[in-house]
């Protein structure tokens, strides 16, 4: 059974910064693709940032709301995704959700309909 726990979220000022980890287990696929989507009260779930793991790995994906301050990564040692957030602004607040598909399921990067797994999710609320 596939498990997606998001830690790393928390409270803090516009301009600030957070590191969010999803550490996955049970994927026994030879590689993935996952993502960071986020969701804000009243509105549909959004896709952040994708990266491909395994295979012809490496490719990041993002929303255009927040290039140049977020940025995807991976450990494969630890089995675990980051996002580190920069520059955050009050209209980053939301929560935010890890999650994994096979990359076969995988046509659109940043479509929630896309992904199979999930994750709670982790509240990240900014400031101003």
């Known amino acids: 059974q596939v498990r997606l726990v998001e830690s790393g979220g928390g409270s803090v000022q516009a301009g600030g910064s957070l590191r969010l980890s999803c550490a996955a287990s049970?994927?026994?696929?030879?590689?993935?693709?996952m993502a960071w989507f986020r969701q804000a009260p009243g509105k549909e779930r959004e896709g952040v940032a994708t990266i491909v793991i395994g295979g012809r790995g490496g490719r990041t994906y993002y929303a255009d709301s927040v290039k140049g301050r977020f940025t995807i990564s991976q450990d494969n040692a630890k089995n675990t995704v980051y996002l580190q957030m920069n520059s955050l602004k009050p209209e980053d607040t939301a929560t935010y959700y890890c999650?994994?598909?096979?990359?076969?399921?995988?046509?659109?990067?940043?479509?929630?309909?896309?992904?199979?797994?999930w994750g709670q999710g982790t509240q990240v609320t900014v400031s101003s």
């Open positions: 999650a994994a598909s096979p990359p076969w399921w995988v046509t659109q990067p940043l479509a929630p309909t896309e992904f199979r797994y």
């Open positions: 049970g994927y026994t696929y030879s590689s993935a693709v």
